[in-house]
Every structure is written in C-alpha cells, then in structure tokens.
C-alpha cells in the first residue's frame, strides 16, 4: 500500500507567479489535510478536506489560497501571486477516517516552495 | 484554543545518553496526544500517541505517559541512539480534524 504521495517535492517559483501543490493520499483514504511549515516552526493546519468538500479552512490565508479534493485525482494546494512569505515546506495528511476522536494521520514527504 | 509547548532545541547528547523532550498542552475537551518524527529531507512519522488519560505510546524504545493533571506527554528514552538523529514534534488533536502542533526539538545524538 503505497503511502501519500506529494508532487513535485521541490518548486521554485518567482514573485506573482501560480503554485499548484498535488497530494494523493494513501489508498482507501477519503480525508486531506494540509499544513505549512515554516522554517524553524511547527506544523500549522491549513485544511481539511473530504472528497468534493471543504470541511475545515480555518487555518488558511483568506486570499491567494485555496483547495480542493475532487471525485476523481488529487487534491490540490493552490497559491496565487505568490510572494517570498509563501516560502515554505507543505505536508499533506490523510485518514481513513475523520471528525470526533482520534484518526491517525499519515503524512506525504511534503513539497519545498522556494519564492524567488 | 489548543497549544503545544516543547522544550527549545537543539537537544545535543552522547549515544547511550537518556533522553527526555518535554511537552506541555492546553486543550478543551480530551485531546489525543501524538510524538511524530520528522528525519531530515521527509515528512513527519508518527512515532507514538496516547488517546486517553494514564495512557503511555511506546515505540521503538520511546515513551510518553498522558498526564492530565500536570498536561503533559514528556518523550523519553532510556539509552539513544545516532540514528535517534531527527526533529521531534508533539502534537494534540481532538473534536477539530486539523492536530496543532508544537515547534519541534532537534535531537542531536554523537557518537
């Protein structure tokens, strides 16, 4: 069973540019979470979502950013314009479950945006 | 809302050395309490995790008791290894789906 996988694992981008940020999340996983990571910081949760819906955003920017999890592919992590602050490590998680309790979350290799 | 605290790093020690990574939490409700491990270059690897009041995770040599009364879920390990080598993040989750997490230690193990 192949675990989540994050692509690309590295990308550049210059100032006002698009990023689009690919998670798969593990086989038989319906539930996508993402978080930033900043350097010498934590993990900060940006989203939650389930397939074709958002379930939690209240970690993430207002502008510029968005997600997706649609029926069919990937969820999607997407910055518009970015900027230099955006410069940062980005993890996806999935669980086969979520909601009340504990559901284990396991995590992508993450994808390293570097803002030029 | 919820908050993790972890001991600044980096952590520095000898190989056979005993470890401890404290960690402190404040939450509503009854959180479950997780150590995730993030080697260099990767994502972040649970390591253990408590789900309830009293409950110790164990994995690999490491453990962490759930401390309600004192809110805490110190990491240990009685004799580390250079291949213990990573950074070391507690973290909470509970009632919301996204877990919160503290600001990781980097563990450094000599040889």
Known sequence: ?116 | GNSVTQMEGPVTLSEEAFLTINCTYTATGYPSLFWYVQYPGEGLQLLLKATKADDKGSNKGFEATYRKETTSFHLEKGSVQVTDSAVYFCALGGGADGLTFGKGTHLIIQP
């Not at chain 1, 979502?49 to 209240?58: F, M």
């Not at chain 1, 069919?72 to 980005?90: T, W």
């Open chain 1, 1 to 116: 069973n192949a675990g989540v996988m994050q692509n690309p694992r590295h990308l550049v981008r210059r100032r006002g540019q698009e990023a689009r940020l690919r998670c798969s999340p593990m086989k038989g996983h319906s539930h996508v979470y993402w978080y930033r990571q900043l350097p010498e910081e934590g993990l900060k949760f940006m989203v939650y979502l389930q397939k074709e819906n958002i379930i939690d955003e209240s970690g993430m920017p207002k502008e510029r950013f968005s997600a997706e999890f649609p029926k069919e592919g990937p969820s999607i992590l997407r910055i518009q314009q970015v900027v230099r602050g955006d410069s940062a490590a980005y993890f996806c998680a999935s669980s086969p479950k979520g909601g009340q309790g504990f559901h284990e979350q396991y995590f992508g290799p993450g994808t390293r945006l570097t803002v030029t």
